[in-house]
Every structure is written in C-alpha cells, then in structure tokens.
C-alpha cells in the first residue's frame, strides 16, 4: 500500500472507522480530507469504545502521524476536546497530529446558523447542528476563515471582522437576534491558538513529500456516497463531496498518487436524518436491525433509520469512486434473520432504471429478491471457510452481483472481529 483511500459507500455510518483502525496499522500516516464533527467514527479496542469525530480514526496507534486535510470544517474547541479526551485515556497526540492552514473554521455563529435553517426551512434536512453547511457556505462566498489566519492575529481580526459583520446583520434582519460578540470569538479562537500553533501546517506539501518518501498513506473519508453534494440525495446531503473527488480536493494528492479505493458497505443499509431511503424497513425488521445493530448516531444518538442492502446504490458507488474492492461491515447482525431481502435495481411505475437517479423525488420502488438466512453466531469467525453456508453465500452474491473484490470482512465491532478475505 501507498496511498489508500477508505469511502463509505451508503448513507455514512457503514463502519468506516472501525476498518481506518484496521488499515492503520499498517500505513504511516492517516488523513481526514472532508466532513467535519458531523462525522461520528468509532473505534472499539480491548472492549473500550472510543468515538471521533474530528481527529482521524487512526489516531490510537501510537507510532502513526494523523492529519487534518484542507477540505475539513474544523471546529476548534470541539477539536481540543477531542485532544483533551484522547489524551486522558493515556494515548499522546502532541506533535503526531497536524492540521491543515487550509482547513476552514467553525465558529459558534455557523452552528447557530445550521439551527436557524433548519428550523426556518419547510424541507427539513436533519442535520447534525454542527455548522457543517454554513461553514462551507462561507467558504464559497469567500468570507470563511482558515486555519492558517489564526497564527497572525490582525489579519485574525481583520477576517473575523468582515464575516461576523454580515452575520451580525443576518440576525437581526432575518432572526431578531442579537449579535454575536468579535471578542469572545476571537478569545476562543486565541485559545485554540495558543494550544494548537505547533500543529498548524501546509498538510498538502508535506503529503507530497511523504508520498516521494514512499510513506504508506491512509485517506479517512467521512459520511457516505448518497450524502456527497454533488452526487448523493440532494437536498437532503451534507455539503462536502464525500466521494473520491473530495480526497483530492480535501489533501491536495493528484489522482495518480492514489492506488487503492476500498468501500466500506454495511451489509445492509442506514440513514439518520431525512431524505428518500428506497430500501428503508418500517417495520419489525427494520426495528430488529436497530436493535442488534446498535443503529443509533455516534454523533446525535438519534436511531438510525434501517433496512435492507441495495445493490443499486452499490453499483453507483464503484462507478462515482472507482471502487477497488469492497470491506463488508457488520455482517453478524443479520445473524437470526430467515430470510435477508436485498434490492436487486429501482423501478419507477413499472419501469425498470439502469441508475442511481440523481433524484428522489419520483416514487422509487426497490426490486427485492430474498436469500436464506443463518441462525449461527458468527462473531468469532475468523475466516470465509468458518461463516455458515448461508452466510457464505450472501457473500458470493454481493461479490458476484457486483463483480468486485470483497477483500475484508467485519463481524463484530472489536479490531478482533475481522478477517480478510482476498
Ligand atoms: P462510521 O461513521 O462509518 O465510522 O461508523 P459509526 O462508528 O458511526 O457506526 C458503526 C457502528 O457499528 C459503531 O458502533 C461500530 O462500533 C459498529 N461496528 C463496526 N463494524 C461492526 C461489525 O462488523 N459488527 C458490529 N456488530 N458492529 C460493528
Ligand atoms: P459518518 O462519517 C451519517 C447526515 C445528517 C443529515 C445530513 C446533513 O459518521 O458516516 P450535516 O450535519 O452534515 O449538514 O447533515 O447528513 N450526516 C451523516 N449521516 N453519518 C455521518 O457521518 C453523517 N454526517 C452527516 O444526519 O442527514
Ligand atoms: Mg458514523
């Protein structure tokens, strides 16, 4: 390996942190490149939970460099927490994590504003209030404010200066609210400052130059390919490309410096927040999945919603992101089902789509063919021979449909609970 990158291949939540921790160990440095504290990445070791949402996944091998890309929101005091967390359980991150001046800030007043939307809009989205999509809105007006511009603390100022007053203004005008004080932003934004500057770095050039020293790269990819801007849900996205365009554009790598794309399916589907779900189970099943799945938001705790694998949001995925293989997730959950539907392909009245629609708003209606469960415990299998035959064959015909490479297998939350498979 050189230069990996891990992408979600559904609606986020597919267990992609669990396999960056797997991967880890054997790559030298890992890198988020897109998404911000909405993201929620957990990591179990030794039966002790950990959930990231800013600091890559990688974070709990000791001897790994972690980096925050250019195409992450970073929301400074959210981050020290995280640091302060982290390093009360023993593990050091000092100087093995290094953030991009190129990141983009969240600030109090962009999370303010994801309440505000939200709450005035009449198609709700359900975010995770985390001032993912005002953050990256300010960036697009160019009123954003970088990492980099907290180390010289006029300009500080001077930006800070020309995004709140139009902010400030928003408030009042629109909301009938009271303006947000420069000083206390700019304490918090000292703050973070003062504890971070050592870590502040250009994340692009310093990838370049790893990947000359034949480094072993790992790309953190948060949410999931029907959440990506451009290509997922839209409106009901976050608003970052969650795809493989956004490990380019969120480390500054060129397309040839990237060898593998592994994507990360859950074997079957979650959604948290609103928006069309075609494989969605309102029903006992859907509910059982919760249930044993643990299907409740790593960053909201809201229960996610559930239902059953879509092959056809898996074939748009290895085409979006030239998906190299596949790591199938939490395969011991369906444990227990008679039969495991899967969606073959959509139709829409009667019609037959050869796509991934780019939107929902027509009544799509899954193509659904059931397999034969398996009652058996898989958690303890350590390899393809070992899964029962039932589950075996779930395998080959995700596999088989799909013509790609399902290269690790994940039966159970603990870095234990994996085999590899090709
Ligand atoms: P991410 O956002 O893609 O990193 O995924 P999350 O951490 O939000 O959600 C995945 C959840 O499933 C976490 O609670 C993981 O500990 C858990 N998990 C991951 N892989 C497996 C697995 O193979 N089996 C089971 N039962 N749980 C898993
Ligand atoms: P990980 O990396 C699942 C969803 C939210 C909402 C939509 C927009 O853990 O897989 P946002 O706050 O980004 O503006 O919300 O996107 N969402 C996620 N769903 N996993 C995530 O991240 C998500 N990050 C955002 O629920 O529907
Ligand atoms: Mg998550």
Same mark, same amino acid.
């Given at each position: ?12 939540? #597919? ?25 929620? &990445?957990?990591? =179990? ?21 972690? =980096?925050?890309?250019?195409?992450? =929101?970073?929301?400074? +005091? !959210?981050?020290?927490? #995280? ?15 290094? %953030?991009?001046?190129?990141? &983009? ?39 954003? %404010? ?11 100022? #001077? ?6 007053? *139009? ?6 005008? *629109?909301?009938? $609210? ?9 304490? !918090? ?14 994340? !692009?050039?310093?990838?370049? $130059? ?5 480094? /072993? ?5 948060? !949410? ?19 795809? @493989? ?20 399916? /859950? ?12 494989? #969605? ?30 092959? +056809?949001? *898996?074939?748009?995925?290895? $085409? ?19 039969? @495991? ?5 959509? +139709? %829409? ?10 939107? *929902?708003? &027509? ?40 013509? @790609?490479?399902?290269?690790? =297998? ?11 498979? +090709?």
């Amino acid at each position: 390996m050189s230069c990996v990158v891990i992408i979600g291949t559904q609606w986020g939540d #597919e267990g992609k942190a669990k396999m960056i921790d797997y991967f880890s160990a054997g790559a030298d440095i890992i890198v988020r490149y897109q998404g911000g504290a909405n993201a929620g &990445h957990t990591v =179990v070791t030794g039966g002790v939970k950990h959930v990231f949402h800013l600091i890559p996944s990688g974070i709990l091998h000791p001897d790994k460099v972690c =980096v925050i890309g250019n195409g992450v =929101v970073l929301d400074p +005091e !959210q981050l020290l927490e #995280e640091v302060d967390a982290i390093e009360k359980q023993g593990i050091e991150v000092g100087s093995r994590l290094f %953030i991009s001046d190129a990141a &983009h800030l969240i600030l109090p007043y962009h999370k303010l504003f994801d309440e505000l939307v939200e709450e005035s809009r009449a198609d709700r989205i359900g975010t995770t209030k985390r001032g993912i999509g005002p953050a990256y809105s300010d960036k697009a007006l160019r009123i954003g %404010i970088r990492v980099g511009d907290v180390l010289n603390d006029e300009y500080l100022a #001077e930006r800070l200066a020309c995004g709140l007053s *139009m902010k400030n203004r928003q408030l009042a005008q *629109m909301y009938d $609210r009271a303006p947000f004080d420069s000083a206390k932003i700019l304490d !918090q934004v000292r703050n973070f400052r003062d504890r971070m500057k050592g870590n502040i770095i250009n994340t !692009q050039y310093y990838l370049h $130059r790893a990947v000359l020293q034949k480094k /072993k790269i790992l790309l953190e990819g948060a !949410q999931g390919v029907a959440l990506d801007i451009d290509h997922g849900t839209y409106p009901f996205v976050t608003s970052s490309n969650t795809t @493989i365009g956004g490990a380019l554009t969120g480390t500054g790598l060129s397309p040839f410096n990237i060898d593998k794309i592994i994507g990360i399916t /859950k074997a079957y589907v979650t959604r948290v927040g609103e928006g069309p779900f075609p494989t #969605e189970d309102e029903g006992d099943d859907g509910a059982r999945l919760r249930e044993k799945g643990g299907e409740f938001g790593s960053t909201t705790g809201r229960p996610r919603r559930c239902g059953w694998f879509d092959m +056809e949001i *898996m074939r748009y995925s290895k $085409r979006v992101n030239g998906l190299t293989s596949l790591a199938l997730t939490k395969l011991d959950v369906l444990s227990g089902f008679k039969k @495991i539907k899967v969606a073959a392909g959509y +139709e %829409i009245d009667g019609r037959r789509l050869e796509y991934f629609p780019s939107s *929902m708003h &027509h009544r799509i209606r899954p193509v659904y063919e059931e397999l034969d469960g398996w009652d058996e415990d898989i958690s303890a299998c350590r390899s393809f021979e070992a899964l029962p035959l039932n589950a075996r064959s779930y395998v080959d015909y995700i596999r088989k449909t799909l013509d @790609i490479p399902i290269s690790i =297998v994940s039966v159970g939350p603990d870095r234990e609970n994996t085999f590899i498979l +090709e």
